[in-house]
């Protein structure tokens, strides 16, 4: 039996997945979190194999969760299902942790399949995901685009305040001071050449990493 998390901030996906995990013999879902919050909570008082979780949700988001998750429960496998397309968010996540990347707009049959492997303590490796990972390789070091060469801790922080949230807030969420964040801002800003978080909102609306 794999025992499944559901984190989505919407209750009518959690429903949805809920009823279709309910039509395999071998699923059980052990638990479900409207929030990152809520996920790791889950994750600390439910016994779970596959946390199926989505990115986009108020608060702490799925990217803020997937870091905590990784802290506290390394073996944990962890399914992102984001209704953003894979090339904007799938080979970060992975890299970061993530045993695998689906969108919302896959095959139901796919989250399944996807699951099981997870479940197995593998990556679920998608052939869209492959292609970009495929390219990703290919790629001499420079053409990747700036993004893609942050930490995980970066990565967090840009896209905080590509939002427009303020350092102070993004340290209180990420339970680092004032000082920790301005440091890995200005990493983030020489790493991506930009100047302003003018400049990140900017470039994260262009590549679609934010609505």
Do not use: W
């Amino acid at each position: 039996m794999i025992k499944i998390g559901i984190v989505d901030d919407h209750a009518v996906v959690r429903t949805g997945l809920k009823s279709f995990f309910s039509t395999f013999v071998d699923f059980r879902v052990a638990g479900e979190a409207g929030s990152g919050r809520e996920a790791i909570d889950l994750v600390r008082t439910a016994d779970l194999d596959v946390l199926v979780m989505d990115l986009s949700m108020p608060g702490q988001s799925g990217i803020d969760a997937l870091a905590m998750v990784r802290a506290k429960a390394p073996d944990l496998g962890v399914l992102i299902l984001s209704g953003y397309p894979e090339e904007h968010y799938a080979v970060n996540l992975i890299r970061q942790g993530a045993s695998g990347y689906l969108n919302k707009e896959c095959e139901p049959e796919e989250i399944a399949k996807a699951i099981r492997t997870i479940a197995l303590g593998r990556r679920y490796i998608s052939p869209s995901v492959a292609e970009l990972l495929a390219g990703q390789l290919e790629r001499k070091d420079g053409s990747a685009p700036p993004h893609e060469h942050l930490s995980e801790r970066e990565f967090q922080v840009f896209l905080k305040l590509a939002k427009g949230e303020t350092v102070g807030a993004i340290g209180e969420a990420l339970s680092l001071s004032v000082k920790t964040i301005s440091t890995y801002r200005t990493r983030l800003m020489e790493k991506m050449n930009l100047s302003t978080n003018s400049d990140l909102t900017y470039y994260a609306i262009k590549t679609q990493l934010i609505d």
